[in-house]
């Protein structure tokens, strides 16, 4: 009798060590998948644009029904704008997306056409560039590098001034966010950020694009804005790419 309570004893005592060992590693797993969360980071060649992303595994090609150009996009923020889209379809609203991601090469090409058609009227540099800037991103500092962000429908402001444009863009108001999308510039006289001008027609899937925001910010420094004419106005007194254009963004987007 003594030999079977001390064997059933042991057993008991053997199953208890057991248990919080198992316990232990499913926690260790959890804590393990927490971590690669938090220590979820993007390169700097991306941050800067300077990749491809036709190759990249998280973009899609957008499908003819809401673009007639060929446009590519993050997967997630795809995916949620074509939710958004086919809601405001049902509200009578249409969505078109006119542009999306764009790398460093071929927002270079934007932005030396540019420089090299005001060069032949204007002398200072930096009023150059800050002209550009009304309109244009300098390379490797475009929110469209990401594939986050894209320009629906038109990018005149005097299209979102009256009939179907201001629909549009009231429906976007109202609705946008339940989409995670933000209007990221959003009228500076009236908010005082920095930055680009008015942009009714630029918005950004919000879940990713501050999460590449905070790794950009920790990142990238002046001296990584290179490698195109006029790239040394980066860090100018007046320009202050990163700190006046790259964070200039509305607090509702933050």
Not at 64 to 71: G, Q, T
Request: charged share 25%; proline share 2%; with cysteine.
């Amino acid at each position: 009798m003594k030999k079977i309570i001390t064997l059933l004893l042991l057993f008991f005592t053997l199953f208890s060590c057991e248990s919080p060992d198992k316990n232990n590693n499913n926690d260790q797993v959890i804590d393990s998948k927490a971590d690669s969360l938090k220590s979820f980071s993007f390169s700097k060649s991306f941050l800067l644009g300077k990749f491809d992303y036709r190759e990249h595994p998280d973009f899609v090609l957008v499908s003819e029904n809401w673009s007639d150009k060929e446009i590519y996009l993050q997967k997630k923020a795809y995916l949620a704008f074509e939710q958004m889209a086919e809601a405001a379809d049902k509200d009578g609203i249409a969505l078109i997306i006119l542009s999306g991601t764009r790398n460093f090469d071929e927002q270079k090409v934007i932005w030396e056409r540019k420089w090299e058609a005001n060069k032949l009227e204007m002398q200072d540099e930096e009023d150059i560039a800050l002209k550009i800037l009304m309109s244009s991103s300098m390379p490797s500092s475009s929110r469209h590098h990401w594939g986050t962000d894209i320009d629906i429908n038109s990018v005149e402001e005097s299209y979102f001034q009256s009939g179907q444009g201001e629909n549009v863009y009231n429906w976007l108001k109202n609705n946008a966010s339940k989409f995670n999308f933000c209007q990221v510039y959003d009228d500076k006289k009236i908010t005082k950020r920095t930055g680009y001008e008015l942009e009714k027609w630029h918005w950004s899937y919000m879940p990713i694009s501050s999460k590449i925001l905070d790794e950009y910010k920790n990142q990238i420094k002046i001296q990584d804005i290179n490698g195109f004419l006029g790239s040394h106005l980066a860090g100018s007194k007046n320009v202050q790419i990163i700190n006046n254009y790259v964070l200039g963004i509305s607090k509702n987007c933050k």
